[in-house]
């Protein structure tokens, strides 16, 4: 397969070299350009004006949603460099995004992390966010829409702090012709190239088809990260009242085999890293171990998925407009590795050297087969209330899940915990053959009508409402490596309600104070594709009481949006050991998030948001207390700021962005503050007639940082037994040069 893959690069470069060659040439007799056209303002987009499908199906605007939402389009990804989702995302207030160690990209948002943010591909829930969000490339993207809160009132289980929807690039009705470039050459021999194409097929028909390849050796020796992705669609316009559109999207990935560094006493680190991190266990990061990797030769973690849907658009009469989506979601995804590793201080446990790494928790293996169909249907109508304008759509949904995980070990005779390497010349070595554990089939059906309704009452105020109702059934076998059942097998059926209500109120024209109450059901968590089984998996709950204002001021000039949150959570499902998860309590987290962008003049443009969040474990009812603790990889505050100034006489746009994260708490304990860190980034772009070559540093100041911090490899929840430490590192200084051309 990677030679397929490294023909099809080698041959996309040599193509995009020769098509560009051919274009500068031909425009070095032209003359210079008339008139400089900007690579893209979000402000200049008017966002708040713009509709999104993760707030509302009812074609809201964001002024006219009463909860907080963003969207990161395309040409704003592009021209401030976000080659991945996480980029994007983080770049919002108070979103924080990481990777578990060798694990899909993940977000904090509103005090709560992993799968307890939903992921949508394109508006639909296809699995648990920490499985689905893979390293997605964004050439391939239209846009990213961030709604933030519980919602599981329009997406179903889980979206406790939010929904990040990703939105490939499809075909539209009178799409032009046209043709997309881009390549790209980075430090650590990163580089991307991709071509996109799209247009007419007929009067009536008319097409989109994209394709990228994004690799990098990465900044620890042997990470190693690649994604290749094909997105593709045709629309049909059978009729001015009937449209099919048909989509897919292919993704194949090897996620950064890297699953962190380290800690040691700071008495055995040669550098150590005080200004990254502090514990209260006396250990710290060495500096010297910065770049190195301790996992094996042949680890691998890696994923082929398949995402098909069809959608069909039909309007019988008048304001109804009739839709239904049927899809079908395939992956398969690997993990092989020497997961934890343990600096050794004595002879104990799984500790057999002084003073050397033992590699623990020994060489495990999780290989999932992932086979999801559903359709969803849904009728809206448009129509006057007793003289007050009203929209209410209706629908269902049913999903079915075949799921099997296999599990197991590395070989040895006779079985032993790991083994140990010199924590500054680590050998490679071999993962061995593999030793199956068990089989978990697992089927998972849903089904659930909903409704949502606007109700304008009048010019200024408005109603939004949405109801929920969702049956689920879980059954779980699980067979261990003979194939006999085990007694953890189970059976689980659930049904809830959810909901929400919220208003706006316009003050002006396009400024909007709104209100909003919202609530989320999760009876199943990422974790049915962890354990094996038997454990309490309770519904969870939690609601959400959110205001806000938002407003388009200075003759649209400015955006500027403002939100106060409080959350609740109860009966919190979460990981607790290898194979094992319960309900472990409570928590809540209240904030403030604020965002601006200002168009100060023709050339400069300033974009800034900040966010304060305050979260703690409310209760606990695991065998820790933790009740009055910080969650992990929630700070306090974050801050984001950028601008950029495109120059009158040359087609020239110089920029720069700011961002903070606080001091963040790295366990469940509290026993270890992830310092802050501030990262600058700069870049400058040229463009010419198609043509936009760009050179952009991250990390400028070349910090040193975490990133994120996984629990589960932290130990802390069984202080009896030796568990792996390590902490994952942010990237370093790193540089790029693209070409990006649209004909």
């Known amino acids: 397969m990677k030679r397929v893959f490294s023909k099809i690069k080698h041959g996309m470069v040599i193509f995009l070299a020769c098509l560009f060659s051919s274009q500068l040439v031909a425009g070095a007799e032209d003359e210079i350009i008339e008139e400089i056209v900007v690579v893209a303002e979000i402000v200049d987009e008017l966002e708040l004006l713009q509709p999104s499908d993760a707030a509302s199906r009812l074609g809201l605007s964001l002024l006219e949603t009463p909860a907080t939402v963003e969207v990161i389009d395309g040409s704003t990804m592009q021209a401030r460099g976000y080659k991945q989702v996480t980029d994007a995302v983080q770049s919002l207030p108070g979103v924080v995004s990481g990777e578990s160690p060798a694990a899909p990209s993940t977000f904090s948002m509103r005090g709560f992390t992993r799968s307890q943010i939903t992921i949508l591909r394109d508006g639909l829930w296809v699995g648990p966010a920490n499985m689905v969000m893979r390293p997605q490339n964004t050439f391939n993207l239209d846009r990213i829409e961030v709604l933030r809160g519980p919602n599981s009132v329009l997406h179903g289980q889980g979206a406790v702090a939010g929904t990040v929807n990703v939105v490939p690039k499809t075909a539209e009705v009178g799409e032009p012709d046209t043709v997309d470039f881009i390549a790209s050459l980075g430090r650590y021999d990163t580089y991307q190239v991709g071509v996109g194409a799209g247009g007419s097929l007929s009067e009536s028909s008319w097409y989109r088809f994209d394709i990228s390849q994004r690799e990098s050796d990465g900044y620890v020796d042997r990470m190693e990260p690649s994604s290749l992705n094909a997105t593709g669609s045709i629309l049909w316009q059978a009729s001015d009242t009937l449209s099919v559109k048909l989509n897919f999207d292919y993704l194949d990935d090897e996620l950064a085999d890297y699953w962190g560094t380290p800690l040691m006493p ?303 959570r109860d009966d919190v499902l979460e990981q607790i050991g290898v194979d094992r998860a319960a309900n472990v309590g409570g928590r809540e987290s209240n904030g403030v998030e604020i965002s601006a962008t200002w168009a100060a003049s023709e050339q400069l443009k300033f974009g800034v948001n900040a966010a304060h969040t305050d979260a703690e474990f409310s209760r606990s009812t695991n065998f820790q207390n933790f009740a009055g603790n910080t969650p992990p990889n929630v700070p306090e505050r974050t801050a984001n700021f950028w601008t950029r100034y495109n120059f009158s006489t040359v087609p020239l746009t110089l920029g720069a962005a700011l961002r903070y994260v606080d001091d963040r708490y790295g366990d469940n304990a509290n026993n270890i503050t992830l310092n802050s860190y501030s990262l600058i980034d700069a870049f400058a772009s040229w463009k010419h007639k198609s043509v936009v070559v760009n050179a952009r540093v991250n990390n400028l100041a070349d910090e040193d940082y975490v990133s994120w911090s996984d629990v589960f490899y932290l130990g802390q929840n069984d202080p009896s037994f030796i568990y792996a430490n390590q902490l994952l590192l942010g990237s370093p200084r790193t540089y790029e040069v693209s070409i990006a051309a649209s004909f």
């Not at 995402?307 to 398969?332: C, G, H, Q, S, V």
């Not at 992932?370 to 448009?382: H, K």
Request: glycine share 6%; net charge negative; charged share 25%.
């Open 266 to 568: 700071v008495g055995s680190a040669q550098k150590p890293m005080h200004d990254v991190i502090s514990t209260t266990t006396g250990e710290t990061l060495d500096h010297a171990t910065r770049f190195l990797n301790y996992n094996v030769n042949d680890s691998r973690a890696e994923s082929d998925q398949l995402f098909l849907r069809a959608d069909i658009e039909w309007m019988p009469i008048e304001n109804l407009t009739i839709k239904n989506t049927l899809y079908k979601f395939d992956a398969d995804r690997e993990w092989l590795n020497a997961e934890g590793y343990v600096f050794c201080t004595e002879v104990i446990d799984v500790c057999t050297e002084v003073g050397e790494i033992q590699r623990y928790y020994g060489y495990f293996f999780v290989f999932h087969d992932q086979d999801l169909i559903g359709n969803r249907f849904t009728a809206q109508y448009d129509f006057d209330f007793n003289g007050m304008g009203n929209s209410l759509l209706g629908g269902f949904e049913a999903t079915s899940l075949d799921f099997e995980r296999t599990r197991g070990f590395r070989r040895s005779e006779p079985q032993v915990p790991g083994d140990s390497v010199n924590p500054y010349a680590p050998i490679p070595g071999l993962y061995g053959p593999e030793e199956l554990r068990g089989v978990s089939p697992t089927d998972i059906n849903t089904r659930a009508v909903f409704l949502e309704n606007a109700l304008k009452v009048n010019d200024r105020f408005s109603l939004v409402a949405a109801f929920r109702y969702e049956e689920l059934d879980l059954d779980r076998d699980n067979l261990n490596s003979d194939g006999i059942l085990e007694g953890s097998s189970f059976e689980r059926d659930f049904d809830w309600t959810s909901w929400r209500l919220g208003s706006v109120l316009k003050l002006a024209d396009n400024v909007a104070v709104y209100a909003q109450y919202s609530d989320a059901k999760d009876p199943v968590n990422a974790n049915i594709f962890l354990v094996s089984g038997g454990e309490n998996l309770d519904l969870t709950d939690a609601e959400q009481w959110e205001i806000g204002l938002k407003a388009i001021l200075a003759e649209n000039k400015i955006e500027a949006t403002v939100a106060y949150f409080d959350i609740e």
